[in-house]
Every structure is written in structure tokens, then in C-alpha cells.
């Protein structure tokens, strides 16, 4: 059974950076597939911000982009997504998942932007 786990996030003033990470365990097919990361806000569902593909290609949502780079390391069988120019918006729990969320929902890592 695949294990996601994220880590990385942290309290950070707006402007800042953090470099977020997340580590598939048990996958053995880890490069065959997709990944994402999402995002949940305090009383609001959680939204997929960043994917990328098996041949590297990637997509963000518009509140994102420009600012985030998610990238993967399939001999690590990790996935990163870089957060630049973090703003309060940005503030939730990071998770990442398959794009169809195939695994179960690992524990998530705070970002918290002070303004």
C-alpha cells in the first residue's frame, strides 16, 4: 500500500520561500504516474494547485502560477513543489496525491503566511 508523506511547510512572512516534499512509499510504479499537489484552507475544500505529469510537463491554477514549481525525483520516488513569493492566501495544509487522488490522503504539511 503506497504512503504519502509531506513535509516542508512551516511559518514563513510573506515574500518568503518554502520547498515542500513529499515521499511515496511502497510505490513501485511511482514514475508511471501523475502527481499533484492540493491544498486545504481553514473551512474551505480542498483544491488542486500544481500537477505534473510522467513526461515532466506541468499545470497550475491560476492562483498559483508563476509563483510555484512543482518538479519530481522518480529515482526518489518524491515529488517537490517550490513556493515563491508566498502570500497570506497561500496559507493551509499542503497535501499531494495522484490528480484522482488514487491514494489515501497522507497527513498534510502547514504553511502559514504572515502577512
Known amino acids: 500500500q503506497v504512503q504519502l508523506v509531506e513535509s516542508g511547510g512551516g511559518l514563513v512572512q510573506a515574500g518568503g520561500s518554502l520547498r515542500l516534499s513529499c515521499a511515496a512509499s511502497?510505490?513501485?510504479?511511482?514514475?508511471?504516474?501523475?502527481m499533484a499537489w492540493y491544498r486545504q484552507a481553514p473551512g474551505k475544500q480542498r483544491e488542486l494547485v500544481a500537477a505534473?505529469?510522467?513526461?515532466?510537463?506541468?499545470n497550475y491554477s491560476d492562483s498559483v502560477k508563476g509563483r510555484f514549481t512543482i518538479s519530481r525525483d522518480n529515482a526518489k520516488n518524491t515529488v517537490y513543489l517550490q513556493m515563491n513569493s508566498l502570500k497570506p492566501e497561500d496559507t493551509a495544509v499542503y497535501y499531494c496525491?495522484?490528480?484522482?487522488?488514487?491514494?489515501?490522503w497522507g497527513q498534510g504539511t502547514q504553511v502559514t503566511v504572515s502577512s
Open positions: 496525491n495522484t490528480p484522482r487522488a488514487w491514494y489515501s
Open positions: 505534473i505529469s510522467t513526461g515532466a510537463s506541468t
Open positions: 511502497g510505490s513501485r510504479f511511482f514514475r508511471l504516474y501523475a
